[in-house]
């Protein structure tokens, strides 16, 4: 039995940077600059260098990435899925 | 081991043609894909249409397994003794029935991965209670490592992981150079895990904010009393304000999920009105129908 590792909540208190996001996700940096660039995630920092993504952008990212793969759907597709998804989520909440 | 009818998952008779099979699996993955479907059982499901469609879709995997024969799925099932499946490259990784890896998952079918996000490995289910304090958990790995002949073998490791207090569903936590062992001594990756929370009986969450529907007597929201609620932090006392309605919504501040700032709790009223059981208790409820004119269904007096 060995001692317990302590884990860190990536919630949107947490910066990453677009190494660390693409190495939690398991992609490319291409991937992640085309999905900034839909707007999908918003990191803080202007420069590329200096990119500072939320805990958040982890599900977001991978969400893209399997609706892209299982769906065959292009990053705009994937986007727009992502927007509807959330929007629904949103009056799922308000009618209960 | 079960059989499997791979042509009853996807709905399709066992004459259709790639281009039926891959309609059919477009349009069942629409229904139960994890990250759209609201379905019970989406991720079960998910899972069990994907491996049917590996092995249909690839021409040698589906001839092959048609050679097995048309069976009834979940009759017991042995692989022929002469079976061989060889197939270089793309085979994937991840989580197959025992019936799938059988038969397609023996010698050189191994090494790509797919269905990363949804391995079962990476996943922790805690109860809210565990969210709001912190817990500890086992977490069983499955890492692929070369054997002596160079060929990637799923191997298993457990550790014990200290998940901090203010976990939300769906929220991902890391443990640092605990995922694939590096390659050729290179550092470990950062293991990623996603929370999911436990359906609570009284409980619900949204991100950090909980929610809890609270039964309450009719005197008791007419009159504001003062009632007792369960939280996540132990119960407080609660003044209701007179005249206080069913689905009426009273915020605890920060007594929901911690973080920075802490989620709050929403008690949800549901004003319960006790059946009369006796005589005297249907005198009582008449003389309060007497006591005040009072219409709930004022507002539909013009209805047809």
């Known amino acids: 039995m060995t001692d317990p590792i302590s884990a860190v909540l990536l919630d949107d208190s947490v910066e990453l940077t ?11 940096e291409e991937l992640v600059v085309e999905i900034v660039g839909e707007g999908i995630v918003e990191p803080s920092g202007a420069a590329r260098g200096q990119w500072r993504f939320s805990g958040i952008a982890i599900a977001r990212v991978q969400r893209v990435v399997r609706l892209q793969r299982d769906f065959g759907v292009n990053l705009p597709g994937a986007a727009l899925a992502l927007d509807l998804l959330d929007e629904l989520e949103r009056l799922r909440r308000g009618r209960r | 081991m079960e059989y499997k009818d791979y042509y009853q998952v996807m709905g399709v008779g066992r004459d259709a043609s790639a281009e039926d099979i891959k309609r059919a699996y477009r349009r069942l993955a629409r229904k139960y894909h994890p990250d759209v ?27 092959a397994y048609d050679a097995l024969g048309a069976r009834r799925s979940g009759e017991e099932f042995r692989p022929p003794p002469d079976w061989q499946f060889e197939q270089a490259g793309n085979a994937a990784a991840g989580a197959h029935s025992d019936f799938f890896e059988q038969l397609f998952g023996g010698l050189g079918a191994r090494g790509g991965f797919r269905g990363r996000g949804f391995d079962t490995a990476g996943q922790v289910e805690l109860t809210v209670e565990e969210a709001y304090r912190g817990t500890e958990r086992r977490v069983a790995l499955e890492h692929l490592v070369a054997d002596e002949h160079g060929r990637l073998k799923p191997t298993t490791r457990e550790l014990t ?15 640092a150079a605990q995922g694939q062992p590096g390659i050729g001594g290179g550092p470990a990756g ?6 999911r929370l436990a359906p609570h009986p009284w409980f619900r969450t949204e991100g950090r904010d909980v ?44 007594r929901g999920l911690p973080g920075s700032p802490p989620g709050d709790q929403f008690v ?18 008449r003389q309060l129908a007497g006591a005040r004119p009072f219409n709930p269904r004022a507002g539909m007096e013009n209805a047809p």
């Open chain 1, 18 to 28: 677009l190494t660390e996001l693409c190495s939690l996700c398991a992609v490319t």
């Open chain 2, 37 to 63: 479907s609201k379905e019970p059982n989406a991720e079960e499901r998910f899972k069990e249409i994907g491996e049917a469609y590996e092995v249909l879709r690839d021409p040698e995997k589906r001839a």
């Open chain 2, 161 to 175: 992981v200290r998940i901090p207090p203010g976990a939300v569903d769906g929220q991902h936590i890391r443990v």
């Open chain 2, 190 to 195: 950062d293991l990623l895990l996603t929370v």
């Open chain 2, 211 to 254: 929610y809890l529907d609270l039964p309450v007597a009719p005197w008791e929201a007419a009159l504001g009393d003062t009632v007792r609620v369960p939280t996540l932090g132990g119960r407080v006392d609660l003044k209701l304000p007179k005249g206080a309605q069913t689905d009426r919504h009273l915020r605890l501040k920060g």
């Open chain 2, 268 to 285: 949800v009223l549901k004003v319960v009105v006790p059946p009369p059981q006796n005589a005297e208790e249907e005198a009582l409820y």
